[in-house]
């Protein structure tokens, strides 16, 4: 099992964040094949996430630029922490890893 200790106040399951909030992931409660099949998905402790759809017993994320569908069983295991947003977009966006490609915008000067 994973875990990973946190200064966040409102660490909640997966299934339970609201639509279109943003959360990091912060613990993963499942074993060894459970984390090996996230992180082949692209998901790890610091990924920023959010729900997109919910259908029947399951849900899809917006990970990144991909989206990802998954069970609820595994949304009971993954704990994340909902994160306010800074400027109207998504976390991950609002703060870039230093060093990081930016996109090219057209008709901004280099």
Not at 43 to 57: C, E, K
Not at 70 to 92: H, I, R, T
Request: net charge positive; glycine share 12%.
């Amino acid at each position: 099992m994973l875990q990973h200790t946190t200064s966040c106040p409102s660490l909640i399951k997966l299934s339970e964040l609201p639509h279109e909030t943003p959360a990091r992931l912060v613990e993963i409660r499942g074993g060894r094949n459970l984390t090996r099949r996230l992180l082949a998905l692209g998901l790890r402790q610091g990924s920023v996430l959010n729900v997109v759809q919910r259908r029947g017993q399951g849900l899809v994320l917006a990970a990144g630029d991909g989206r990802i569908a998954m069970g609820f069983g595994v949304a009971e295991k993954l704990w994340v922490c909902p994160e306010p947003l800074a400027s109207g977009g998504c976390a991950e966006e609002a703060n870039p890893e230093p060093g990081a490609a930016q996109p090219e915008r057209r008709g901004e000067p280099a």
